[in-house]
């Protein structure tokens, strides 16, 4: 994979735990943030040492959690520490930070463009109180909104609106109204994602004992339609299943190595690093893909214990040989408006997947999921329709490899 | 020559056949204690399991009686199910005597009857047998005035026996000493030795059952099958004790065994007479009629890599199952397989049930199909039990089907539902007598094909349990057949062909379609189904695509998760079979091709 790898540090905290949230996050008060911070200060260098991939990391990602609890100096002394043990870009990556509305002022949006910023990725989920208190949040529609404009208003090179849709009983009606509210304010990307029941988290539990149900999946098709009509008619382009933007720049250059295979290194609990074990610029140049994949404990006490001991805070990894990959390339490519690029798949993996699956790829094309067409190169891409992103994670199941493990 | 004994045991099931069987052998002390299993007779799991008998054991039992002398009780096991009648006959054909068990809470019930009127028809004298005195429901007077008014036999011949507790059991063997005849027949008349019965064993090959009607028989003799012409040399004969226990000689009235040189089972008849070569008799044992498979089905391993593993199954079934036959058969759907012959339905299941337990398979069976007889514009002839082998229609001057002469027996309440149950199955001359007050026998020519779906079990659930059904095949008559084809998105699914009456192709088309729709998993396109004649749909269901199942997130925690879950999804879809860009889980052919109705009203 041509580029630079990517970086992400996980900041676990929030002011309330949403109920419909499986992420690692927890509720802690300003000494165990600090301490927090000391922890993720020191995995640095552990995880430096084992980092092999020598090409700057030109994207660092503030995930959680909630990033902007942390105080600006908090965030630059853990870049601080990126820097002095890892190599970054110069003059300096993109970094992108997710922020909640109540936390974006214009003094907190100033310090963290101090800090590099240039995407501000905002937790809004919804402009109307009622989804909000549905959904545990703790700002109004009016913050949401005044947030945006904020945050706006301050520079950065894009805001980005994360918004959730398929709400128990939600009227497209209203979900338009979300979608006109946050076109009208223009932000670069927006993020729409239908609302999906976990099962360890409070609204799983209210499912299991019968008091919410995820929407029916007609209604959900439907919503995730609107979607995709509604931005695409107010500008924003689709490039994957949940995300939008309006040019090409405002596309997350770092959430896009998670699904072509560029190398990430997570830093923080649960976070997920992958390393490519073979090719150019590794040590086996054999030219078989390969790749290791591995990720951090998930709760933030034995994460903690961990660091502190001096030790890898790694739960486990996972070796991933040229099959498993090419599972993955199509289940990512697929989730992509860009789609699977034939060639490129052929050389890295030496299946022709389109003759490999040419019945299935055959109906699914006279369905309208999915088409073949040329890319700006002249090569063969695999490409899904807005009908075919929505059904991406079935149509992925069918294909047929033929690879060995 | 001790004084000699042969009977079997009927009854209706579960009126304690086998524990009555257990008791008179230990009774006789044929058996150690310590090696007494109970229902010994029953070898098979199978067996023991749904409480029927399948393949007919005998065993020998010497009992000393009151009267100061030894006498050789043979008691000859039959078969419990129709399918089977063959063999009951056979085994009937070797007794003299019969009890017949009747529950003492239960009463006289169809099978008693059927039983009954089996025995007498082979002039079989009836000892009756009022079983399970020891239950609180038991009601011996009833049961007394049922024999006396619905048997016709004498109430205060009838013998009362707990064979659970022992009770009653040595005025039993009493009874059959004293009531049943001893077999007649001539020793030094040319050997007459009816076989109705085989076991094989691993070491010893053929283990023949045989009752000796005439003549002689010891080892060296040198013997010939008066029906199949086969010559064997005798190695031992004995009698069927628990083991086999060899003798000098068996002569004329005698039940034991034969060991002459025979490796298989495949190449014997049951009902075949053994003769001398030398010397052969006049006339077999009359009554030999041959035991064709009459019910065909393809049966293929779930999962293709167990091919080899059912053939070594089958090969292995067939040693035990003479009548069990089978050929090489593949299907595009399901890969390769083997088409089967068989008794009947019973037999069919029989056999599946065996080869997935005994064998551990798991297995799809094609829709079972009756032997049609085909004759072509040109007048050339062609036999067909595979649909995949049916002839273009254009090219039939006539197709005939096989006929039975089915023989019901019902209380007369439900003569009605019985009548009509014939009529529905395109059943002709369907009469019906009195037999007894209140029972009714209902006889009916029928399609044999229209009795291998569901008959049994409808018949069964319209009389409540109280009808009993037998049947012989008359003929092949003229019919008007179908070849229905069952299309997934337009491509056919060769293994669920089928051959219908044109009456019936509809119905069933549709019914195999909408079990189809229910089984097969939604995919990302709509899938047609559809039931075909030819080029002509008849059928048709669909089932409606998914319009959404991607999951919202997939950043960098989400992606090896994401991805065991496809994994496991793929796996699933290997065991799949594909048919128009369609993946069919076996499932879905296994819930197509059950031939019962569905009961669940949907």
């Known amino acids: 994979m041509p580029s630079a790898p990517g970086l992400y540090l996980h900041i676990p905290f929030c002011s309330a735990i949403c109920p419909y949230c499986d992420f690692s996050v927890l509720k802690a008060g300003v000494p165990a943030r600090t301490r927090f911070v000391e922890h993720l200060v020191a995995e640095v260098p552990l995880a430096a040492r084992e980092w092999r991939d020598s090409r ?6 503030f995930g959680g959690g909630t990033p902007s609890l942390l105080p600006p100096g908090d965030l630059g002394r853990v ?10 870009a110069t003059p300096a990556p993109w970094v992108f930070l997710e922020a909640n ?15 590099g910023v240039r995407t501000l990725s905002l937790g809004v989920q919804s402009f109307s109180d009622e989804a909000l208190r549905f959904l545990g949040r703790r700002h109004s529609g009016e913050q949401a909104h005044a947030a945006v404009e904020t945050a706006q208003a301050a520079g950065f090179d894009t805001v980005s609106v994360d918004l959730i849709f398929g709400l128990p009983d939600q009227a497209p009606e209203a979900w338009r109204r979300d979608l006109a509210t946050a076109v009208a304010l223009g932000p670069g990307h927006l993020s729409c994602y239908q609302l999906t029941i976990h099962p360890r988290t409070r609204f799983g539990v209210a499912a299991r004992r019968g008091r919410l149900a995820e929407m029916p999946e007609a209604e959900q098709a439907a919503l995730f339609e609107l979607t995709h009509r509604f931005l695409a008619d107010a500008g924003y382009a689709a490039y994957e299943v949940s995300n939008f933007a309006r040019t090409r720049d405002h596309e997350s250059r770092h959430n896009r190595k998670y699904w072509d295979h560029t190398p990430y290194l997570g830093l923080g609990p649960s976070a997920h690093s992958l390393a490519t074990t073979s090719g150019p610029g590794t040590a086996d140049a054999s030219g078989s893909p390969a790749a290791r994949r591995w990720w951090n404990e998930l709760r933030t006490p034995r994460w903690e214990s961990r660091v502190a001991a001096g030790d890898r805070p790694v739960e486990a990894e996972e070796s991933l040989g040229p099959k498993t990959l090419a599972t993955e390339a199509v289940m990512l490519g697929l989730r992509t408006t860009a789609g699977i690029d034939l060639d490129a798949f052929a050389a890295r993996f030496g299946v022709d997947l389109l003759a490999a699956n040419a019945a299935r790829v055959g109906r699914l094309v006279s369905e309208g999921h999915l088409v073949v067409r040329a890319g700006a190169d002249g090569g063969r891409w695999l490409v899904p329709t807005a009908s075919g992103l929505a059904v991406a994670d079935g149509m992925a199941a069918g294909f047929e490899l033929l690879l060995a493990d | 020559m001790d004084p000699i004994r042969n009977f079997c045991i009927i009854a209706h099931i579960d009126h304690g056949k086998s524990t009555l069987a257990d008791r008179l052998i230990q009774r006789c002390g044929a058996v150690e204690a310590r090696e007494f299993r109970d229902q010994i007779l029953d070898s098979m799991d199978l067996e023991r399991e749904r409480g029927i008998t399948i393949k007919a054991n005998t065993v020998s039992l010497p009992y000393a009686a009151k009267d ?86 004498d109430p205060f011949a009838s013998i009362q026996v707990s064979a659970k507790l022992g009770t009653g059991i040595d005025e039993l063997l009493e009874a059959i000493v004293q009531h049943l005849p001893p077999p007649k027949g001539d020793p030094g008349a040319p050997l007459r030795a009816l076989l109705f019965d085989a076991q094989y064993d691993a070491y010893r090959g053929a283990v023949l059952q045989v009752r000796l009607f005439d003549g002689a028989l010891r080892a060296g003799t040198r013997v010939r099958f008066m029906h199949s012409g086969q010559e064997h040399k005798v190695e031992e004969v004995g009698y069927q004790r628990l083991k086999h226990v060899p003798a000098p000689e068996l002569s004329a009235g005698e039940v034991g065994y034969v060991l002459a040189g025979v490796k298989s089972l495949s190449g014997l008849a049951i009902g075949d007479t053994l003769t001398e070569a030398e010397r052969p008799a006049a006339e077999p044992v009359p009554g030999y009629r041959e035991a064709k498979p009459v019910v065909f089905s393809s049966i293929y391993p779930m999962a293709t890599d167990d091919y080899e593993d059912l053939t070594k199954a089958l090969e292995k079934l067939k040693l035990n199952d003479a009548s069990l036959i089978y050929e090489k058969d593949s299907s595009a759907a399901l890969g390769f397989g083997f088409r089967c012959g068989f008794l009947g339905l019973l037999h069919l299941d029989v056999v599946q049930e065996r080869l997935e337990r005994e064998y551990d398979l798991s297995l799809i069976l094609s829709a079972p199909s009756v032997r049609y007889r085909i004759v072509k514009n040109d007048d050339s002839e062609v036999w067909v039990d595979n649909p995949t082998f049916y002839p273009d229609p254009a090219s039939i001057k006539e197709a005939y089907e096989p006929y039975i002469k089915a023989t019901i027996m019902t209380p007369e309440r439900y003569l009605g539902s019985v009548m009509e149950l014939c009529r529905e199955r395109r059943g002709v001359e369907t009469t019906f007598n009195y037999l007894a007050a209140g029972r009714m026998e209902v006889v009916s020519q029928l399609p044999l094909a229209e009795v291998l779906f569901d ?30 084809d069952i299309l997934v998105n337009g491509e056919k699914v060769d293994a669920l062909s089928q051959l219908v009456h044109r009456e019936f192709a509809r119905p069933r088309a549709l019914r195999y379609c909408e079990r189809l729709a229910k089984t097969i ?3 990302q396109f709509k899938i047609a189904i559809q039931g075909a004649i030819g080029g002509q749909i008849i059928a048709r269901t669909t089932i409606n695509p998914f319009r959404k199942d991607v999951t919202a997130k997939c950043y960098g925690g989400d992606i090896t998760r994401k991805r065991k879950l496809l994994e496991k999804q793929k796996e699933g879809k290997k065991k799949m079979k594909m048919v128009g860009a369609v993946e069919i889980p076996q499932e879905a052919f296994v819930a197509v091709l059950r031939t019962e109705d569905d009961e669940d009203g949907d």
Not at chain 2, 457 to 476: N, P, V
Request: charged content about 25%.
């Open chain 1, 56 to 61: 700057p990391f030109d994207t660092v990602y």
């Open chain 1, 79 to 88: 870049l601080g520490a990126c820097r002095s043990h890892l190599t970054l």
């Open chain 1, 101 to 115: 509305p109540e936390d974006v002022t214009p003094d907190a949006c100033a310090a963290w463009l101090g800090l």
């Open chain 2, 68 to 153: 100061g002398r030894t006498y050789e009780l043979n008691l000859i096991d039959t078969p419990g199910h129709v399918d089977f009648s063959h063999e009951v006959r056979r085994s009937l054909m070797s007794c003299e005597g019969a009890l017949l068990v009747i529950d003492a809470s239960q009463g006289v019930e169809a099978q008693t009857v059927a039983n009954l009127y089996l025995a007498t028809e082979f002039g079989l004298e009836v000892v009756p047998v009022i079983n399970k005195i020891d239950l609180p429901s038991a009601d011996v007077e009833r049961v007394m005035e049922e024999i006396d008014r619905d048997l016709g036999l």
């Open chain 2, 455 to 484: 008959f049994y079990d409808r018949l069964k659930s319209i009389t409540q349990g109280y009808g009993s059904f037998d049947y012989e095949l008359l003929d092949y008559r003229l019919g008007d057949m179908v070849k229905v």
């Open chain 2, 521 to 523: 998993p939604r995919q």
